[in-house]
């Protein structure tokens, strides 16, 4: 069993009941669907999925309950290519699923969810957790794996500590932005995090308030106007610091955006470790996060490397 990887998700781990409709119901009516499916989710689990398909070694560490729902969970990861040696079964809790509904003719979705407890700390989750995290290249966390990561890397040496990076497209309890290699919000969530309105100079303002704050960089997203990358000197010494905005990929079908936030965070953490430059990356980011929006789900329609890469066909 590896005892190290290039990146470590920590977070949550779900199991979704979708399903693809003309138009949602009203107060007990019922509507057949186009499609419906039993898929995994979660931020941080559909990031490592992302990582695990373009070929960076990767696992996850989360909570399960002790369950049936939990094992199908760990399942799913296990097929993509994710170590799943860190994951804590816990018989106190249920497995975090929930119920989504996606509509055609808005593009929209409706989720019904169960409540997700705070994640213990990595030492509650086991020592593989902790082997698992103090060795990675990176540790990537979405907004319940924040606390339980910070708590450990704060007892390690800045200069040895894996890199972090954090989703922070949900609100992140107690962040500490001095910690982030990477800190990745969206442009409305940025803004708010630094006291500034979610207007372009708005924006800017909180970026570069985030990089005085000791973020190494920042990436915000912007959903249809795409996505931007601020970063010091310190992301990679012996360069300059910098800014690039890419815009959002054109040109494909639309299904379903669930899960493609958590592609993204996944795809960018995969360029970067691939050694590719801000432009690259971004743009890299915004095509896989895209491509995934082929499909109902946040993974099924997730490319590899090699579709990355091939020039395709515009959506009629």
């Known amino acids: 069993m590896p005892t190290t990887f290039q990146v470590v998700c920590v977070g949550v781990v779900t199991i979704d009941a979708l399903a693809l409709v003309d138009r949602y119901p009203t107060a007990d009516e019922r509507v057949v669907g186009d499609q419906v499916s039993i898929v995994g989710g979660g931020p941080a689990a559909n990031a490592a999925v992302v990582l695990a398909r373009q070929g960076i070694p990767v696992a996850f560490v989360g909570r399960v309950g002790a369950d049936l729902e939990g094992e199908q969970a760990v399942r799913l990861l296990q097929l993509e290519g994710v170590d799943v040696s860190g994951v804590m079964r816990d018989p106190g809790v249920p497995t975090q699923a929930s119920c989504v509904v996606v509509s055609k003719e808005t593009k929209t979705r409706a989720i019904s969810t169960l409540a997700v407890p705070p994640l213990p ?129 054109t040109g494909i079908e639309i299904i379903s955006t669930l899960g493609a936030g958590d592609v993204f965070h996944g795809a960018l953490l995969s360029a970067i470790c691939r050694g590719l430059d801000w432009p690259q990356a971004l743009q890299q980011a915004n095509d896989t996060a895209a491509l995934s929006c082929r499909a109902l789900d946040g993974r099924s329609a997730v490319p590899t490397l090699a579709e990355l890469i091939t020039p395709r066909q515009p959506a009629a």
């Open 121 to 249: 700390s990595l030492a509650e989750m086991g020592s593989r957790s902790l082997e698992l995290v103090a060795a990675a290249g990176w540790v990537h966390t979405d907004h319940l794996g924040f606390g339980p990561a910070a708590e450990l890397l704060r007892t390690m040496s800045p200069s040895t500590r894996p890199r972090l990076a954090v989703d922070a497209g949900n609100p992140v309890e107690a962040l500490d932005i001095s910690l982030l290699d990477l800190y990745v919000p969206t442009a409305e969530s940025l803004a708010a995090q630094c006291g500034q309105l979610p207007t372009t100079e708005g924006v800017e303002k909180a970026a570069v308030l985030a990089l005085a704050e000791g973020a190494r960089a920042v990436v915000a997203t912007s959903g249809s106007e795409g996505s931007t990358a601020w970063w010091s000197v310190a992301f990679a010494p012996g360069s300059e610091p910098g800014r690039v905005h890419v815009p959002a990929s």
